[in-house]
């Protein structure tokens, strides 16, 4: 262990240093690289939509954020010319560059569960929202928001409150609360969207629906939630983390409701929402970044950041967006009481089973590395898409990213890893280590401590921190005991962990965490504070 990991670890325990250690790694992290707004994005001109992205400066490269933003600028024709082809051939069926990706004996274990992998797809997928029409473009706001729930915007999420009492719209099975069903039968009995629903952008765009359930029968439509987002049904995680935080938001709104008997339901709604979106960044902060950069030093403490040179408005970057391809940690199936079931379209699992099985089962569940040679076969064609993106956009080299984030350029694939067939693979590929694209890179750099390799981990930290930290809701004016009340900042701190989330919404007791479990771990949770209120 270094002396200053030592050092961090002796300040998380001493009162007052601990703060100072907070603010220090914060702002060491949210300084890895140049402050926002980048001079480029993947903005092109009227007309030339699909075009490589500016290489100069414009007006609406810094100011159209329907548009991913750049860290750096793009490659030049020298550097994009020397990328070895991903073309399919019959020994590759999706390129030799993406055969990097493909498990191929067993999965690569890490320190992490498989409940860290439903909190990161579904976590991601909520702010990064590609536009389904023009991927350089994004339906987000730019903020951490919970629109997985609630929707990008007020018309969506008027359509999924309940317009009582605050809360969201759901239903009971087998006792438990879920989301409401996206549809019904009709008189005869053929399933279709329940009218309330049909606005919502994803399904009031018919071509759109069709891509996403047209291939369903009645039986499986009948199982979708109707959510704030179009991939809420597609993926048990999703399904697991929507319903979490949906039991939240309910749950808030009781407590709200007997403190403040006077509220209506639209100011039960926003208050319940703005709590909620905290907690979701305070365990994103200190359960969820933590983790992935294995010392437990950091804390929501947003009192600092304001004073800060990177404090400015967020803006996701297209470099974000790919790296964030953790398709690795994905095992080939999820074992749930001995049995393998698929983490895509099983629509019914999450009902049949129960909240509380499925996160005990994610948790005791082992994820993969995220790494080369450690994606299973049916998501190698979005490791794919992701190198053609990568292309397409003309991100820069591997070793010009480490060095915009002061790591100091590589000088050879000997000093990338110490595996001797993948430097071989990837010599025979690059050939120079300058050469070598960032979306193989990231995942080809050697983790130590931290769950990814170092630029990777930079990248991830210096957006998590500043995705943050800069969210309004944040902001000194906002975040205080007369906007959240009294009780919305209690039930913020007393949430550290997805175990306190869980303790709070399930009536099982349950162990819940983004950690690999040892046998001893894995063993019956006695819960720590009060279980979800009963559903009204």
Same mark, same amino acid.
Request: glycine content about 6%; aromatic content about 12%; some cysteine.
């Given at each position: ?57 414009t007006w609406h490269t810094v100011t159209d954020k329907k548009y991913f933003d750049l860290h750096l600028g793009p490659a030049d024709d020298r550097f994009m010319k ?161 319903? @979490?935080?949906?039991? *939240?938001?309910?749950? &808030?709104?009781? #407590?709200?409701?007997? %403190?403040?008997?006077?509220?209506? /339901?639209? =100011? ?110 049916? @998501?190698?064609?979005? *490791?794919?898409?992701? &190198?053609?993106? #990568?292309?397409?956009? %003309?991100?820069?080299?591997?070793? /010009?990213? =480490?060095?915009?984030f002061g790591l100091g350029k590589l000088n050879s694939f000997d000093e990338l890893t110490e595996d001797t067939n993948l430097k071989d693979r990837l010599k025979k ?68 962990s997805f175990q306190d989330l869980a303790d709070r919404n399930t009536a099982d007791s349950v162990k819940v965490s983004v950690k690999r479990q040892s046998n001893s ?16």
């Amino acid at each position: 262990m270094s002396l200053a990991l030592k050092v961090f670890r002796f300040a998380t325990v001493v009162p007052g240093v601990s703060i100072i250690a907070n603010k220090f790694a914060s702002n060491k992290l949210a300084t890895a690289t140049t402050a926002r707004p980048h001079s480029y994005s993947l903005w092109s001109p009227l007309g030339k939509e699909g075009a490589p992205p500016s290489n100069y400066l414009t007006w609406h490269t810094v100011t159209d954020k329907k548009y991913f933003d750049l860290h750096l600028g793009p490659a030049d024709d020298r550097f994009m010319k020397a990328l070895p082809s991903n073309d399919k051939t019959d020994d590759f069926p999706f390129g030799e560059v993406s055969a990097l990706f493909e498990r191929k004996n067993g999965l690569k274990e890490s320190r992490s569960s498989v409940f860290f992998m439903f909190v990161a797809q579904w976590f991601t997928d909520g702010f990064f929202r590609s536009s389904h029409v023009d991927f350089r473009q994004t339906t987000s706001n730019h903020n951490i928001d919970l629109a997985q729930i609630y929707g990008a915007n007020e018309e969506t999420a008027l359509m999924l409150r309940l317009r009582e009492g605050g809360k969201l719209r759901s239903q009971i099975q087998n006792g438990e609360e879920y989301p409401d069903a996206l549809g019904e039968l009709d008189v005869n009995g053929a399933w279709q969207v329940k009218e309330r629903y049909k606005q919502l952008p994803y399904i009031a765009d018919k071509k759109w629906m069709n891509e996403l359930f047209g291939d369903l029968n009645g039986d499986l439509k009948a199982q979708l939630f109707a959510t704030g987002l179009e991939r809420g049904n597609g993926i048990v995680g999703h399904m697991v983390m929507s319903t @979490l935080f949906l039991r *939240e938001h309910n749950n &808030i709104c009781d #407590g709200l409701a007997k %403190r403040n008997p006077g509220w209506d /339901d639209d =100011r039960l709604f926003h208050t319940a929402r703005i709590i909620n979106n905290v907690i979701l960044m305070k365990l994103i902060v200190e359960d969820y970044v933590n983790h992935i950069a294995g010392i437990d030093i950091l804390r929501l403490d947003p009192s600092f950041s304001e004073n800060q040179k990177w404090y400015r408005a967020p803006w996701i970057a297209a470099e974000f967006n790919l790296l964030y391809r953790w398709h690795g940690l994905v095992p080939d199936a999820f074992e749930v009481a001995g049995q393998n079931e698929s983490f895509i379209k099983n629509f019914d699992l999450l009902t049949r089973k129960g909240l509380s099985s499925l996160m005990q089962a994610a948790t005791n569940q082992v994820a993969g590395d995220i790494s080369l040679d450690n994606v299973p076969g049916f @998501l190698l064609p979005a *490791e794919q898409a992701m &190198i053609n993106k #990568g292309r397409d956009w %003309r991100l820069r080299s591997f070793n /010009d990213y =480490r060095e915009r984030f002061g790591l100091g350029k590589l000088n050879s694939f000997d000093e990338l890893t110490e595996d001797t067939n993948l430097k071989d693979r990837l010599k025979k590929l690059y050939g120079n280590i300058n050469n070598l694209e960032l979306t193989v890179g990231l995942f080809a750099e050697d983790s130590k401590r931290t769950l990814t390799g170092k630029l990777q981990t930079a990248m991830v930290a210096y957006d998590a921190i500043t995705q943050i930290y800069t969210n309004p809701l944040l902001a000194k004016e906002n975040f205080t005991t007369e906007h959240f009340t009294a009780y919305g900042m209690y039930r913020i701190n007393a949430t550290r962990s997805f175990q306190d989330l869980a303790d709070r919404n399930t009536a099982d007791s349950v162990k819940v965490s983004v950690k690999r479990q040892s046998n001893s771990d894995s063993s019956f949770h006695t819960h720590t504070v009060p279980v979800m209120a009963t559903v009204s």
